[in-house]
């Protein structure tokens, strides 16, 4: 067991001067980024990189995103890329976009790229993590601060429930904004961008930006056949008992859930409904409800979720539903793509 240190990040540049000396020096910090928490390691130090793979319990053939602080960091990080990856740049970082660029030999540890000859590279939108980045002035490799398998955390009391004991610190800036993790982009050719993990920048916005740009994307809810981002294949953000992801037209999804409820009752199942706030009243024979706001700010939807189904956890429920009447566009993709993959890919059709 590691004594786990918490720094309350209210302002006080000292306690990031603390955290960032050890991120430098080989230790785990996690941090808050304007997505979800990253639990991060100097990228370039083989065996601190190895403990992030080791704290949270990952598979290693599952590679990280770096975080960079400024520009001249990523000229040190990657080899020259297309004029394609400079625009995505200078209109989305710092911000929820990760770009998978093709890696400097010898610039970072293997274990960070896994054996690819690419690295995905984000630059956080987030004053606090772009603070100790700064400060610590190394490429920091970050996942999200979660056990593998877990949803993932959006304060700091999520980080430390996985991983008290198994990490150096922790810098406590409250709450995430978005919720979700970055989305994650390939560049196939000068024209054609792949969206290989959708997340804070939206479809439509990354179709405004590039309209001479084809954009392509891996299906959202079927489980990938053959995952071209290497994290797509496994469970992610499982809550402990079973979730099941219920599509269709408002009121066949409510009346659906009703009636499993009505059944886990009577075979004295715990029982609880994520839902929109519009229906969140229709769930009351469940020993739960979680509810995500309003269908008509989605936003808030994926600000909530993660923090939702630990709370399931927390409460012990064995069954789950999910409200899948998510209306298309915007972040409603990341939030059902999050969803799907919570279910564990357990999607009905009403
Ligand atoms: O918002 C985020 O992206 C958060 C915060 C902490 O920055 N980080 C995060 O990291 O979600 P992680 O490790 O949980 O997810 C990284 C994703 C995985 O799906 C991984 O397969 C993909 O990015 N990825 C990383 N490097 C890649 C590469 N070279 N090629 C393709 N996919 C890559
Ligand atoms: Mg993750």
């Not at 980045?133 to 398998?149: E, F, H, K, T």
């Not at 999520?158 to 993790?181: K, M, N, P, Q």
């Amino acid at each position: 067991m590691m004594d786990t240190k918490i720094w309350q990040a209210n302002g006080h540049t000292q306690s990031l001067k603390e955290a960032a000396e050890l991120l430098r020096n080989g230790g785990l910090v996690a941090f808050p980024t304007e997505t979800v928490y990253g639990l991060g390691a100097n990228a370039a130090d083989n065996d601190a990189v190895q403990g992030i793979f080791r704290a949270k319990g990952r598979p290693s053939d599952n590679p990280l995103i770096v975080h960079i602080a400024d520009m001249e960091q990523l000229d040190g990080l990657v080899e020259p890329y297309p004029p394609l990856a400079r625009r995505l740049m200078e209109k989305y970082w710092p911000g929820p976009l990760t770009l998978v660029l093709p890696v400097k030999t010898g610039a970072l540890s293997p274990l960070v790229t896994a054996g690819l000859p690419t690295v995905g590279v984000r630059m956080p939108d987030h004053a606090l993590a772009l603070q100790l980045l700064r400060q610590a002035g190394c490429p920091v490799a970050a996942p999200s601060a979660n056990l593998s398998g877990r949803p993932s955390p959006t304060t700091a009391d999520h980080v430390a429930d996985d991983l008290t004991g198994r990490i150096d610190g922790i810098v406590d800036g409250g709450a995430t904004g978005v919720g979700l993790e970055s989305t994650v982009v390939e560049l196939v050719d000068e024209g054609t961008v792949r969206i290989l993990r959708p997340g804070g920048v939206t479809m439509e916005s990354l179709a405004e930006e590039l309209s001479n740009i084809r954009i392509i994307r891996e299906g959202l809810l079927e489980a990938d056949q053959a995952p071209r981002s290497p994290g797509m294949k496994y469970t992610h953000y499982a809550p402990k008992g079973e979730l099941c992801l219920v599509r269709g037209r408002p009121s066949d999804v409510t009346a659906y859930i009703n009636d499993k409820l009505m059944q886990a009752k009577a075979a004295g199942v715990k029982t609880g409904v994520l839902a929109f706030r519009e229906r969140a009243h229709r769930y009351d024979t469940a020993d739960r409800v979680e509810d995500c706001g309003s269908e008509r700010n989605l936003e808030e939807a994926a600000h909530r979720l993660y923090g939702a189904l630990r709370r399931f956890d927390d409460e012990g429920i064995e069954r789950m539903w999910a409200e899948g009447c998510v209306p298309d566009g915007g972040i409603g993709e990341a939030l059902l793509n999050r969803l799907a993959k919570a279910a564990g890919h357990l999607i009905v059709n009403t």
